[in-house]
């Protein structure tokens, strides 16, 4: 199913070489799941199973994101999205990048938990000029979905398609009958089927909102793809858009929510409705349980002008049946997770987020400022720390991304928050406040910022630096 997937699409393997380095590479891979449904991944050109050793051109390049048109576009190792980066938990990773575009850029690596250096934002690096390289190297320490992109010109270059999706297993996965990967995005196309021009008023308030969604690169769910009935899956959702909050459920199968952007719950909880900020991940376990179902697919739910909700498939899977031979399908054994407990005495900070207007010019703020401006505040490694973020602005909303550091959401607007999980990112709603703690457990420069890029890059970012006691 997994070959089939990627067929379709349209999507080869990525690298080539000798044959006794696919057997090392081959054999290093086997350490790590076979593949995932809908994405290619990069090639693993280390024998050693505890290293991943890649290698990543930025470039231009054309692609069908609406079928039968082509669009100029960035890309990664020519693709949108992507090759997937797949390691297992405490694994070195090796990336030898390329920049073949025509300006500087970076790679930032969106929730890994690495050493600041490796962090890829301007603070911390010197952007890797048209036509250089840089070795990224660095340790993942904590399973979970997450994903890569630029942290220079973010607007066009993460718009125009450098982006693509991590996944970073457990040290014993729980076992599934296929794993697949969704990264959700959408774009703002002209007549040409080419990207719409950037700028104006309206894009710098609300951020850009695209006109054309799309699931793995392609605005159309591929047809003929097959899943077998009453097989359980993880199914892996990134939002890499650049504004939009991605609305999603699951028709014709019954899902439960099992991880968010730091990694596996708990315990498994179930809902509706998966609402993603912009870089946020979920994962989801994924049953085909409805009896009288003849497809399965990931729906976006997008509202009209209107008001009205209008259903978007992203992706479709025709059921069939395994055969009374199959053997019957089995819930996975999830690892035991513990979060870390409230903090009885923990330093309080609180973070204001607004917009001025001034001289006809208008700028995002932190706490009344333009973010870069304000002093690079310290904190102590391990020492719990609970922000208070305040939305006043009452028309924007506003997804909170923390760099190399996780945090629990703990209060939204006063009342306990239901929404369990290490996260990296979380939307502060319009006129809303929500109270999140972290324990800083990684020392470095940090960013933190509004991931709608617009706003981050007119003064909705600042910096920090956590410190070993």
């Known amino acids: ?178 794993e697949r990967v969704f990264v959700l995005d959408d774009v703002r196309l002209d007549d040409a089927f080419q990207m719409a021009p950037y700028g104006g008023m309206s894009d710098m308030m609300m951020g850009r909102i695209g006109n054309v969604l799309l699931m793995n690169g392609r605005s159309k769910p591929t047809s003929g793809l097959k899943a077998e009935r009453g097989r359980v899956e993880r199914w892996r959702l990134v939002n890499a858009a650049g504004a939009r909050v991605m609305a999603v459920t699951v028709e014709g199968a019954s899902f439960r929510v099992i991880a968010t952007d730091g990694g596996l719950l708990p315990s498994p909880s179930t809902t509706s409705t998966v609402a993603l900020a912009v870089g946020q991940r979920f994962d989801l376990e994924v049953t085909y349980d409805k009896p009288e179902a003849a497809v399965a697919q990931l729906v976006a739910l997008v509202r009209t002008s209107a008001g009205a909700t209008q259903k978007v498939p992203l992706a479709a899977y025709d059921l069939v049946d395994p055969g009374p031979e199959a053997a019957a399908a089995a819930r996975p054994v999830y690892p035991r997770v513990d979060l870390p407990a409230a903090a009885s005495a923990p330093l309080e900070k609180e973070l204001r987020f607004g917009m001025v207007h001034s001289g006809g010019m208008m700028m995002m703020t932190i706490n009344g400022q333009d973010g870069m401006t304000l002093p690079v505040e310290r904190f102590e490694q391990g020492r719990p720390v609970r922000f208070t973020l305040v939305n006043d602005d009452t028309m924007h909303g506003h997804p909170f991304h923390l760099h190399g550091n996780f945090f629990q959401i703990l209060e939204r607007n006063g009342l306990p928050a239901n929404e369990p999980g290490l996260k990296d990112t979380v939307q502060l709603l319009p006129g809303g406040r929500v109270t999140i703690e972290t324990a800083f457990e990684n020392p470095g420069d940090w960013m933190y910022h509004c991931h709608i890029v617009e706003h981050s890059e007119n003064g909705m970012m600042a910096m920090i630096k956590v410190q070993a006691p």
């Open 1 to 178: 199913l997994s070959v089939l997937t990627v067929c379709l699409l349209g999507v080869t393997a990525e690298g080539c070489g000798s044959a006794s380095t696919e057997a090392a590479s081959e054999q290093a891979s086997m350490m790590r799941s076979a593949s995932f449904g809908g994405v290619t991944e990069l090639r693993d050109e280390n024998p050693d199973p505890k290293i991943v050793e890649v290698n990543l051109t930025a470039g231009a390049a054309e692609t069908e994101l609406v079928p039968g048109r082509r669009t100029r576009v960035l890309a990664f190792n020519g693709s949108v999205p992507g090759p997937l980066l797949h390691a297992r938990v405490g694994d070195r990773v090796i990336v030898h990048f390329k920049n073949d575009l025509a300006e500087p850029t970076t790679i930032h690596w969106h929730g890994l938990r690495i050493d600041s250096a490796m962090d890829g934002t301007p603070q911390v690096q010197h952007p890797i000029p048209a036509g250089g390289t840089f070795t990224y190297d660095f340790v993942v320490r904590d399973a979970g979905t997450y994903w890569y992109h630029p942290h220079a010109t973010s607007l066009e270059q993460v718009d125009r398609g450098l982006y693509a999706p991590i996944v970073v297993e457990e040290a014993e996965p729980p076992k599934f009958d296929a």
